[in-house]
């Protein structure tokens, strides 16, 4: 098998409403089409309501992220950050599952959404960013060196591993409610925002827990009605230096903010007919695509501030679109317990897997034991070449 | 497509029956008036109506129209009968016969995708163990159902409910007044109810009250499902219809085949209490 042919394998991890991540996997050979099905290969985890997953995201280049050149190259893109309803947060090695850091982390308080990143240059170890239902944000940190792990990571590096256990840095309080939230910049940067007043989007200096930008209220409508804040997704728009933030809100409004430049919103539209649950962008920052609690997902050009598209398929809400960090392909994680891939360049979806428990969220894995194998077969036919 | 149709609007009623028109516009041996035979049309149905719909003229396509028919009975007749004399003749023979035809019905029209849920699927056993009906169906808890109508209910209302009473053991009812839903059921999870079911009934002055829709919710915040009702009949109007007694139902669930099928049938499951007396009656539920 040639190592051309497993160069884009697709590999998705997905968390459930019982607390186990399932992994799905597809040959692609083609941009425009998954070879085969996307089946699950492999379930993580012992099933339990009470240790649901709430939210993941794929670990971060620790070095100012979304400028960053390879974004597959970076050590912490073997990771997954993993937050569950008891109260706990777990760091788990995408290729095999384990648990790193000596196990999950108790954050006090329902946690409403997490980040991970890698090591950067002005700091040693990881980084872990959590913010809980009652609007506190933590940060965990823990030392990386090369562990005895999984085999076959040499060539991406030697810091793979999480080696020591998390210890808390920080912890304070953000806001009254929160219920989305973002990190950026390798974890310099948090954006989060809940329900209710006061707790519009805000932005916050992680080292120094100051506010750095706090959004200003939309003007009032023709009715003189001005709808308290619901921030229920955000993403921060990749090529702007951390500066261009969108937000979802539960009035199925999508709010562009160009921090410099205006407090209120650049872009203020509706979109869809029910909460917006996530957001992704696509790679040139053009196109914007929005899910919400109802099963719609529609893609909206940032630019003119217009609808272009609708991704079909999915009959119940979808709780997380994430969109490949090298190519043009998002996937989708929902409730009616389906993982979609779409293609965002010819619009069609392009698999469909049905995985039996509510899905959660879904992360793309870029260092999975396929990716292993393709990279260690180039190398060895560029051995041989040489 | 609709062959006859084209004909006609081109002034032809000769082409009326024209079927595969590989032929190209030969209307050699087609399209007579008296044709008696029906031959396969491109579209998916091939009726006597498609037939003889080109033709404007009313007598005359009433004419052919009983004629079609007529061969077309005829034709039934004599696939049957034919079928039936070979079947005896195999028997006859000692062979084993052709295999009958199978009538197509809403059942087994039923194509069977990926959301099946097979026999001790694992998953599903592991769903089932926690979600909201678990504590139901381990017998720790068991139901208290609360029965309330949409504001002003009607007469016929009233009669519907005092059917579904006799069905559903351990109802209470509670008469809606200007409530909104979000008090009720709060109040009710304070009393330890385990169902909330509200029916709802549209008015239509001209044309009296109908009952058109059930909103389940399982309490304590379980899952909320809103289901739309259609031809319902009241008991009295069924021919030797069975009276209930005091006994618990056994309850068969028919077809709840799917995932969600399978949701939803736990979710029926849990109004009614789990100890089935069996010369009770048994309640239907049939999905298709």
């Not at chain 1, 304070?172 to 974890?187: L, P, V």
Request: glycine letters at 12%; charged letters at 25%.
């Amino acid at each position: 098998m040639a190592a051309a042919s497993t160069e884009h394998r697709v590999r998705l991890l997905c968390t459930d409403e019982l607390g186990v991540v399932r992994v799905s996997e597809a040959a692609g050979t083609n941009r425009s089409q998954l070879d085969g099905l996307l089946n699950m290969s492999t379930r993580w985890g012992e099933p339990s309501r009470a240790r649901r997953i709430l939210k993941c995201r794929a670990g971060e280049d620790g070095a100012g992220g979304s400028d960053s050149g390879a974004p597959g190259s970076c050590v912490a893109s073997g990771w997954m950050a993993v937050a569950r309803h008891d109260g706990t947060v777990e760091v788990i090695e995408s290729a095999s599952g384990a648990v790193m850091g000596g196990g999950g982390v108790a954050v006090g308080g329902v946690p409403v959404g997490v980040n991970l990143y890698g090591p950067a240059p002005g700091r040693e170890g990881a980084r872990l960013i959590t913010v809980t239902e009652d609007g506190e944000a933590v940060v965990h940190a823990a030392g990386c060196g090369s562990g005895a792990g999984a085999a076959g990571f040499g060539s991406f590096g030697d810091d793979d591993r999480i080696v020591e256990e998390w210890t808390e840095s920080v912890r304070w309080k953000a806001t009254g409610h929160a219920a989305a939230c973002r990190a950026s910049a390798g974890g310099a940067i948090l954006a989060l925002g809940g329900k209710g007043n006061g707790n519009d989007l805000k932005l916050y200096d992680v080292e120094t827990q100051t506010i750095t930008f706090k959004a200003k209220p939309p003007p009032e409508n023709w009715l003189g009605y001005r709808a308290p804040p619901w921030v229920s997704a955000i993403q921060f728009v990749p090529g702007s230096d951390s500066r261009s933030i969108i937000l979802g809100t539960g009035e199925h409004v999508l709010r562009l903010y160009d921090i410099r430049t205006n407090k209120r919103a650049v872009l203020d539209m509706s979109v869809g007919d029910a909460v917006i649950t996530s957001l992704a962008v696509s790679h040139d920052a053009s196109t914007a695509f929005i899910a919400n609690a109802q099963g719609q997902l529609n893609s909206v050009d940032l630019r003119k501030g217009l609808l272009i598209n609708k991704y079909k398929g999915h009959s119940g809400s979808i709780r997380e679109v994430v969109i490949h960090p090298m190519e043009n392909l998002i996937a989708t994680a929902g409730l009616d317990r389906y993982l979609r891939v779409y293609s965002t360049d010819t619009k069609r979806c392009l698999a469909a897997t049905f995985l039996k428990q509510a899905l959660t969220g879904v992360c793309w894995d870029l260092r999975g034991p396929a990716r292993e194998a393709a990279a260690a077969e180039s190398a060895a036919a560029e051995e041989k070449a040489a | 497509g609709d062959r006859g149709d084209r004909g006609a609007r081109n002034g032809g009623n000769k082409r009326f029956l024209r079927g595969d028109d590989d032929d190209g516009g030969d209307g050699e041996g087609r399209g007579d008036r008296g044709e008696k035979r029906l031959k396969r049309t491109k579209g998916a149905v091939n009726t006597v109506g498609k037939h003889t719909s080109g033709i404007k003229n009313k007598m005359a396509r009433s004419e052919l129209y009983g004629k079609l028919r007529h061969a077309k009975a005829l034709d039934k007749k004599n696939k049957r009968v034919s079928r039936q004399k070979d079947e005896e003749r195999a028997l006859a023979a000692g062979e084993t016969p052709k295999p009958r035809q199978v009538p197509k019905t809403i059942e087994n029209q039923r194509v069977k995708d990926e959301t099946f849920v097979e026999a001790g699927d694992e998953e599903v056993a592991e769903e089932d163990a926690e979600d909201e009906f678990a504590n139901y169906f381990s017998h720790a808890v068991s139901p208290k159902i609360i029965i309330t109508t949409s504001r002003k209910p009607s007469g016929e209302m009233f009669r519907f409910l005092e059917n579904l009473f006799t069905v559903i053991p351990n109802a209470y009812y509670y008469s809606r007044r200007a409530y909104h839903l979000q008090e009720i059921v709060k109040h009710a999870a304070q009393r330890d109810f385990t169902d909330l079911l509200v029916f709802n009934e549209n008015r239509k002055f001209s044309q009296g009250a109908k009952i058109n829709g059930l909103l389940h919710i399982h309490l304590p915040n379980g899952p909320t499902a809103l289901y739309r009702l259609s031809s319902l009949v009241l008991s009295k109007k069924i021919r030797n219809h069975g009276r209930a007694t005091s006994h618990y139902p056994e309850l068969i669930l028919n077809n709840f085949s799917t995932r969600l099928g399978h949701r939803v049938g736990r979710m029926f499951a849990s109004v009614f209490p789990q100890k089935p007396e069996f010369q009770a009656g048994s309640l239907l539920f049939s999905s298709t």
